[in-house]
């Protein structure tokens, strides 16, 4: 009934657009709000209107054909944008279509429906992108085991890991908060999920959620995951025949043997790592950069973004959308992976190349894609567990937040804008 009602109003609206004018919504430095940007893109698309992304133009803006309703939202969100003639419009496209420019045009066509893995008892710290997608208003599903196990997934084109432990050690926050009621709640809560299932341990129903999440992903999935998430994902598929989980977790002692039995052309992203053994070790495997490695502090932790070509490198280049290369860090469990441990073939988008490591990594599995991002909170240094959630109303303009959203509009893009 909404999309009739947009295309009513805009029917309505057509005699008093004959001169065809546009709005850019511009997403370099001009751009009050770049969150609620995406927010304004996805709501166009939402309603049957197709969305020009100009990639490396003005930060990667929007343009799309001039109607009222349009720019009466863009004003109640407090977007920026401009309202130009449709012959600036075509020179626009022009300027871009020319070989000496890095920029292209990449035309969205419709929304992708979206999924977040999240568990009934997550916490407000637990997740940036619920946090972001709440903010720039743009609809999404929460699913866990139950809809992965009962095969679910299909109906969804992109699927946002939550800041998840895939290998069944609970976070490995023992340590540290073992004895707290939302830990307790959390295990609880996983090992009658389990049962309920058909597993003896939590370690077996991840595995099992993996899989199929590998499934998603080679039928054509769009997959992003942040922080613990993504080094857990491709632990837990390389531990596939064995036990990697100190008893304090499952009740039964680890594989001894474990390290020569991971398999890694299962994984996705990382090879060639080495598990942490230890149970009270904050930390799953070698993959992620440690504070005491890094030698790096808030005052100088930033990563660069790579610039790709627009015309021959498009997925890289609309993942890497954005008004500035230069990215403050931000620290996770998982906050960087050396970049020793990446498979050739994995795409490094965004890396802090003094020391090694990457933050921002893409590839291809089967017929999807997926993406890794390092670090928990874009606007958070070091988000500690208990700490309210951030408030985006002061971070609109967050390049490290714009990275997610790139993430959501890439589903949407279905061929290029023919050249002029």
């Not at 890497?320 to 490094?348: C, E, S, W």
Request: hydrophobic share 40%; net charge negative; with cysteine.
């Amino acid at each position: 009934m909404r999309k009739f009602l947009i295309w009513m109003l805009l029917a309505i609206a057509l005699p008093a657009q004959a001169m065809a004018s546009y709005i850019l919504i511009p997403m370099d430095e001009a751009q009050k709000n770049h969150l609620k940007a995406y927010g304004i893109a996805y709501w166009i698309l939402d309603g049957d209107v197709e969305v020009d992304w100009l990639l490396n133009y003005r930060g990667g803006s929007f343009m799309v054909k001039h109607y009222q309703q349009f720019e009466n939202e863009l004003i109640i969100r407090g977007v920026s944008y401009e309202v130009i003639s449709d012959a600036a419009s075509n020179q626009i496209i022009k300027e871009i279509a020319s070989p000496s420019t890095n920029q292209d045009v990449m035309r969205l066509e419709k929304t992708p429906k979206i999924a977040v893995y999240s568990p009934k008892s997550k916490q407000p710290w637990d997740d940036a992108v619920t946090l972001v997608l709440t903010y720039a208003e743009i609809p999404y599903d929460v699913i866990f085991d139950d809809e992965v196990m009962n095969g679910k997934l299909p109906e969804y084109d992109w699927l946002h890991l939550h800041h998840e432990d895939f290998t069944g050690q609970y976070g490995k926050f023992y340590r540290s908060f073992g004895h707290e009621a939302w830990y307790i709640e959390q295990q609880q809560e996983y090992e009658a999920m389990a049962r309920k299932h058909g597993f003896a341990k939590v370690s077996h129903l991840k595995l099992a959620v993996v899989k199929k999440i590998r499934e998603f992903v080679t039928g054509g999935g769009f997959l992003f995951a942040m922080c613990s998430a993504t080094d857990t994902y491709d632990i837990a598929l390389s531990a596939e025949n064995t036990d990697i989980c100190h008893q304090v977790y499952d009740g039964d002692p680890a594989d001894p043997a474990m390290q020569r039995k991971l398999d890694f052309t299962n994984t996705f992203a990382f090879e060639n790592f080495v598990v942490e053994r230890n149970p009270f070790t904050y930390e799953y495997a070698n993959i992620d950069n440690q504070v005491n490695e890094r030698g790096l502090t808030e005052g100088n932790d930033y990563f660069t973004l790579f610039e790709f070509s627009a015309k021959w490198d498009p997925i890289p280049t609309m993942l890497t959308q954005n008004h500035t290369r230069l990215i403050n860090g931000f620290m996770g469990q998982t906050t960087a992976y050396k970049k020793k441990l990446i498979k050739p073939d994995v795409v490094i988008m965004g890396e802090t190349k003094s020391i090694s490591e990457a933050r921002y990594i893409h590839g291809v599995y089967g017929k999807g894609f997926w993406t890794f991002y390092g670090g928990h909170d874009p606007e958070d240094y070091q988000h500690f567990v208990g700490e309210e959630p951030t408030d985006l109303n002061l971070h609109p303009q967050s390049p490290g937040y714009r990275l997610i959203l790139n993430n959501i509009l890439f589903p949407a893009a279905k061929k290029k804008k023919q050249k002029t």
